[in-house]
Every structure is written in C-alpha cells, then in structure tokens.
C-alpha cells in the first residue's frame, strides 16, 4: 500500500473564516465557531429472547438520543 493511497481514504470538514480585523496587544477575539447535531439510536435487549417473534418486543429497549457539539476560534493578541 503506497502513501496516495492511504491519503485518498482520509475523510476531512475543511471550513474557512476570511476577515479583516483591528485588536489592540492582550485583546481576545472569537472568529467564529462550528455547531453540529448527531441524531444516536440504539438498541439493546436480552440476548436470545430478544430475537422470538411475537415476544421479543417485551424484552427489547430503544433509545434516541442528540449530540450538540460547538467549537470556536478565539485568538488573543499578543505584539512582540
């Protein structure tokens, strides 16, 4: 397996922030930030009785559940 190949199998989100902005020595700034929502199912339930017909939905759970994840871009300044 060569490096190219290994490369094209890397999946990546590539965002931009273009600004132009004036801060003075010690100042912070927030560019901007990335929110995502995951949707989780699952299911758990008794191993073997969860697989009979008819009964298995007695002895079966399901469950939702949503992720929010916020990241964001703060710099503080620093004039050297």
């Not at 060569?2 to 199998?9: E, I, T």
């Not at 758990?44 to 759970?61: A, E, I, N």
Request: hydrophobic fraction near 40%; charge should be negative.
């Amino acid at each position: 397996m060569s490096d190219s190949d290994v490369a094209s199998d890397i999946i990546t989100n590539n965002r931009e922030i273009n600004t132009v902005i004036q801060v003075v020595d010690g100042q912070s700034i927030i560019l901007g930030g990335l929110v995502s929502d995951e949707i989780r199912e699952s299911e758990s339930g008794v191993p073997v009785l969860k697989d009979l017909p008819l009964l298995g939905g007695l002895f079966t759970s399901s469950s939702n559940s949503t992720v929010k994840n916020q990241m964001s871009v703060l710099i503080k300044v620093t004039v050297i």
